[in-house]
């Protein structure tokens, strides 16, 4: 990639993030879009994003067909998340593919650097308002996160789970 490229696709990155991830509805919807799809890894069609999402390494963030993305969501893309057709993020929930390590006692957690792990978000998933998923989780397909869960292991396909941290209530019917 040449300067000018950089130069260009930096300065649309800033214009989304500053000003056109703010818009409201209709107006904002269609900018957002034209926008977005420039720097996801992959979008599907029919996706959306609403207002004030949170994008961060967007170039690892693959969207299938249909998925809906609520206002305020934050999506951390820096260890590369998938989310499958027809799933819905609900409001201010938090995805997060990227934390601290703490694995040692000795070194402040501050100095002891990040790891990632790839999300993986399966077809037809509904995330709650408020829900964080962690690092290196499978939700598998048709699963139910409640509101303001914390997902800390593996969701097995059309199971309902909630509390923090989630754990299994039932499965869907």
């Not at 207002?51 to 893309?77: F, H, W």
């Not at 799933?87 to 938090?94: D, N, R």
């Not at 703490?102 to 399966?122: A, H, L």
Request: charged share 20%; hydrophobic share 40%; aromatic share 10%.
């Amino acid at each position: 990639m040449n300067f000018k490229e950089f130069d260009g696709e930096f300065f649309l990155w800033l214009l989304y993030k500053h000003l056109f991830s703010h818009l409201p509805y209709s107006p904002g919807n269609k900018l957002r879009m034209k926008i977005l799809k420039n720097f996801l890894g992959e979008w599907g069609e029919g996706s959306h994003i609403s207002t004030q999402v949170s994008i961060i390494s967007p170039e690892n963030i693959v969207l299938g067909k249909r998925v809906g993305v609520a206002n305020k969501v934050i999506l951390d893309g820096r260890g590369s998340i998938t989310i499958g057709d027809n799933s819905i993020i609900g409001f201010e929930s938090v995805i997060l593919s990227c934390t601290h390590n703490s694995s040692s006692r000795d070194i402040p957690i501050r100095d002891q650097g990040m790891f990632q792990k790839k999300i993986e978000i399966g077809n037809d998933v509904w995330v709650g308002a408020r829900a964080v998923i962690m690092p290196g989780i499978k939700i598998g397909e048709g699963a139910i996160i409640g509101a303001n869960a914390v997902v800390t292991h593996d969701v097995e396909p059309y199971a309902i789970v909630g509390g923090v941290p989630a754990r299994f209530i039932k499965y869907r019917p």
